[in-house]
């Protein structure tokens, strides 16, 4: 379950982030074209307040620009500001949407990492309950085979864990080894 909920969440950030990319491009791609139409309109003249330039030409150019762009060269034309496209006026628009999409990237992939931490945990925990319940088993046949012996006084080198199907020697005898064997035994 955690494993899915992990692949979604890193999927869909990868999406988002991927979204994110290309508005931030889009973005890029609308500054420098209003950047390229600056530089014409500076080095042509053809926006000149003297009467020499050519308003037609001029306003072809604006018109070209996008609405962002066209303003901040007004107000950088109007003295407001020190260069036409480093206000926050201009480019806070441009990158608001690629902005927006990064952070819902990095939501889903904390979501995605946090998926991916419940299912470490309730792997572990999965883990450390097998452990713990295959010693409780061994520890109630170890006892039970214990008692059994001591009563019966068989005459026995080793000390064995009984389970269905399998005898698995523990230790031998202070005159033996520890033995490695199992033996299987027949129901």
Same mark, same amino acid.
């Given at each position: 379950?955690?494993?899915?909920?992990?692949?979604?969440?890193?999927?869909?950030?990868?999406?988002?982030?991927?979204?994110?990319?290309?508005?931030?491009? *889009? =973005?890029?791609?609308?500054?420098?074209?209003d950047q390229?139409?600056?530089? #014409?309109?500076?080095?042509? $003249?053809?926006?000149? +307040?003297?009467?020499?330039?050519?308003?037609?030409?001029?306003d072809?150019?604006?018109?070209?620009?996008?609405?962002?762009?066209?303003?901040?060269?007004?107000?950088?034309?109007?003295g407001?500001?020190?260069?036409?496209?480093e206000?926050?006026?201009?480019?806070e628009?441009?990158?608001?949407q690629?902005? *927006? =999409?990064?952070?819902?990237?990095?939501?889903?992939?904390?979501?995605?990492g #946090?998926?991916?931490?419940? $299912?470490?945990?309730? +792997?572990?925990?999965?883990?450390?309950?097998?452990?713990?319940?295959?010693?409780?088993?061994v520890?109630?046949?170890?006892?039970?085979?214990?008692?059994?012996?001591?009563?019966?006084?068989?005459?026995?080198?080793?000390?064995?864990?009984?389970?269905?199907?399998?005898?698995?020697?523990?230790?031998?005898?202070?005159s033996?080894?520890?033995?490695?064997?199992?033996?299987?035994?027949?129901?």
């Amino acid at each position: 379950m955690w494993g899915g909920l992990q692949d979604e969440g890193y999927t869909e950030s990868v999406r988002e982030a991927n979204n994110a990319v290309d508005l931030l491009q *889009a =973005a890029d791609t609308i500054r420098t074209l209003d950047q390229v139409l600056f530089v #014409e309109l500076i080095t042509s $003249g053809v926006c000149s +307040e003297d009467g020499g330039g050519d308003d037609v030409a001029c306003d072809q150019v604006l018109a070209n620009m996008s609405d962002g762009g066209v303003a901040a060269v007004e107000e950088w034309l109007a003295g407001n500001e020190p260069a036409p496209f480093e206000s926050s006026a201009y480019t806070e628009p441009l990158d608001q949407q690629g902005e *927006a =999409a990064k952070a819902v990237s990095e939501d889903f992939f904390l979501e995605a990492g #946090e998926a991916n931490g419940n $299912g470490d945990n309730y +792997e572990l925990a999965s883990t450390i309950l097998t452990v713990v319940m295959f010693f409780a088993g061994v520890a109630v046949v170890l006892d039970e085979t214990r008692g059994s012996r001591s009563r019966s006084r068989a005459s026995s080198d080793n000390i064995s864990v009984v389970l269905p199907t399998m005898a698995i020697p523990l230790m031998a005898t202070p005159s033996t080894m520890i033995q490695a064997s199992v033996d299987i035994r027949a129901s």
